[in-house]
């Protein structure tokens, strides 16, 4: 089984700190994402990845910055924590499918509250 | 225009019932529609998916309605069961995005025994 592993399930964190949000994936996938997930907003893309050291912006990248030094690992900071970014958040990784279709595997979820 | 219009925003059914959601998006490049479910504490995964040569798609109780003209898709789950209470996404993606999918806003699903 595919498994995408988020490191912490919950955090609590004051305003200001900066936060490590760490992914690994196990199935060697090219891609690797970064979501967040509020209520009745969906699935909001933060950054993805297509290859080590690579990295692109999603639609809400500001306040977050991404490293992916290795192919599993992707990592997802807030450099300055604020209260807006209490939110649940979600890794996930896939391969390329063809034409760009293709299953995405999603973590269990990391939920962070600032304070 | 990159939009996918999820509704409702939560549905009850009974046991047994049909759970219908739909979806509605603009963009005629759009040509991968997936559903995925989510349980509590869990994240999102893929239920089942279709593109647009077809118009429907079952899977066991699950069933992707698509209509091109009128640009919109839904899930149909038969004979709903409690196990079926769930978050469900559908998304849309354009085939060469690699991934870009847009996310609809999401259905709290609740199935009452």
């Known amino acids: 089984d595919v498994k995408v592993t988020q490191s912490s399930r919950y955090l609590v964190k004051r305003t200001g700190e900066k936060v490590f949000l760490e992914c690994v994936q196990d199935?060697?996938?090219?891609?690797m994402f970064w979501y967040r997930q509020d209520p009745g907003l969906g699935l909001r893309l933060i950054y993805f990845?297509?290859?080590?050291?690579?990295?692109e912006k999603g639609d809400i990248p500001e306040g977050y910055s991404v490293s992916r030094e290795k192919k599993e690992r992707f990592s997802l900071i807030l450099e300055s924590a604020s209260t807006n970014q209490t939110s649940m958040y979600l890794c996930?990784?896939?391969?390329?499918?063809?034409?760009?279709?293709?299953?995405?595997?999603f973590g269990e979820g990391s939920r962070l509250t600032v304070l | 225009q990159q939009q996918v219009k999820q509704s409702p925003q939560s549905l009850i059914v009974q046991k047994g019932g049909i759970s219908i959601i739909n979806c509605a998006y603009e963009?005629?490049?759009?040509?991968?529609f997936p559903w995925y479910q989510q349980f509590p504490g869990k994240g999102p995964a893929l239920l089942i998916a279709?593109?647009?040569d077809v118009s429907e798609k079952k899977e066991g109780r699950f069933t992707i309605s698509f209509n091109k003209s009128a640009k919109q898709f839904s899930l149909h789950i038969m004979d709903s069961q409690p196990g079926d209470s769930a978050t469900y996404f559908c998304?849309?993606?354009?085939?060469?995005?690699?991934?870009?999918?847009?996310w609809g806003a999401g259905t709290k699903l609740i199935i009452k025994p």
């Open positions: 963009n005629t490049a759009f040509d991968y």
């Open positions: 279709i593109r647009p």
């Open positions: 990845s297509y290859d080590v050291k690579m990295k």
């Open positions: 199935m060697d996938h090219e891609n």
């Open positions: 996930a990784s896939g391969t390329p499918g063809t034409q760009g279709t293709g299953e995405l595997f």
């Open positions: 998304a849309a993606s354009i085939a060469d995005s690699n991934y870009q999918l847009i």
